[in-house]
């Protein structure tokens, strides 16, 4: 007796558009591609057919103690390549992880183009002429747990456990444990007289529009601990003053239970302190702030102190491997719904 034929499945003669949104996950110091595996995976679960999600890889490992800067060109140019290998790309959002917040915001004021000149009669009348990274659509600037006022200064590394000698001490010797990194967290370089390095990236500086880049995204959020993370302080990745951290309470939220403060912080505009050997009426830090402030920030302060992993809080609020199966922060093990995609900006 002949065993019925199994019906091939017909091949779809259309398929639909191919994604067009670039989404680059950066790592930080010492870390590789590897570390945003999981987050990866989730984010295309879900939106496998809205996004290309890139993980970095040129700044792998030892690499990442070249200096912001370095990793920042590199960093550049892996995005030209990536974008020249898939000319259906039209947009572009970027998630990154502790210094790689740095080297993103590095990286786009390399890559912003200016907004196309237009006469004042259509400039009127369209208004939405805008620059663009690398020629495309800049949509979410991500940053998780980053240290956008550096690493100078009173707690801003928890580790060092407030001490002023202790801080002072390692503003002079880190540049032997992370290199020309440890530098730049430490505002320590003055290569050829310059101000240091996150000093100028408040500005559009030296031919390089890092400001202009970070104003042309939609969405700006800054993912932070608001404790136990012990190598980035609260304050410098949620980018305010002391006086500014909000009190917060446990999360109610049974989806995203680690959030436990939210603000949208609009932009502001504040006097520039201009002297840059004037540290007595504006701090470095201050002035650090005042240029980010600039634009707008969606903040968003994490706790996981319920958590038995709470003393990893730097690599939890990136990926972590929970007792059951891996999660993040980023993603409910509940309803493994990535956190970042929850306000995701595709358009």
Not at 55 to 66: A, C, F, G, I, V
Not at 88 to 111: D, N, P, T
Not at 126 to 154: D, Q, W, Y
Not at 179 to 207: A, C, S, Y
Request: net charge positive; proline share 4%.
């Amino acid at each position: 007796m002949r065993r019925p034929r199994r019906r091939r499945r017909r091949r779809r003669d259309s398929v639909g558009p191919e994604p067009d949104h670039l989404v680059v996950m950066v790592h930080g110091i010492v870390g590789s591609a590897a570390d945003w595996k999981f987050g990866a995976e989730q984010f295309e679960k879900l939106l496998s057919d809205k996004v290309i999600v890139h993980r970095s890889n040129r700044n792998m490992y030892k690499l990442t103690l070249d200096g912001v800067d370095v990793m920042g060109e590199r960093l550049a140019q892996e995005i030209v390549e990536e974008t020249n290998k898939r000319p259906q790309i039209r947009k572009i959002s970027f998630v990154a992880h502790s210094v790689g917040g740095l080297v993103a915001r590095y990286a786009i004021g390399r890559l912003y183009r200016p907004p196309k000149q237009t006469s004042q009669s259509s400039q009127n009348l369209n208004n939405t002429n805008k620059g663009t990274i690398h020629g495309l659509e800049a949509v979410n600037f991500i940053t998780v747990a980053s240290p956008h006022l550096g690493s100078r200064g009173n707690k801003q590394v928890p580790f060092l456990f407030g001490f002023t000698a202790i801080e002072t001490f390692a503003s002079y010797i880190i540049h032997l444990i992370f290199g020309k990194t440890g530098k730049h967290l430490f505002l320590t370089d003055n290569d050829d007289g310059k101000p240091p390095l996150l000093l100028r990236m408040v500005d559009d500086w030296g031919g390089v529009q890092f400001m202009s880049a970070l104003k042309v995204f939609k969405r700006r959020v800054a993912y932070s601990n608001v404790g136990h993370d012990h190598i980035v302080g609260w304050r410098t990745s949620s980018i305010r003053r002391n006086s500014e951290l909000p009190k917060w309470t446990d999360s109610g939220s049974k989806i995203y239970p680690h959030i436990v403060y939210e603000e949208l912080s609009k932009a502001e505009t504040m006097n520039q302190c201009t002297d840059v050997a004037d540290v007595d009426s504006c701090m470095l830090e201050e002035r650090l702030l005042r240029g980010l402030k600039l634009v707008s920030w969606e903040k968003v302060d994490v706790s996981f102190h319920n958590s038995k992993v709470r003393s990893a809080a730097h690599s939890v609020i990136q990926v972590s491997l929970c007792p059951s199966k891996p999660c993040s922060f980023i993603c409910c093990v509940q309803t493994e719904s990535i956190l970042f995609t929850r306000s995701f900006l595709l358009t």
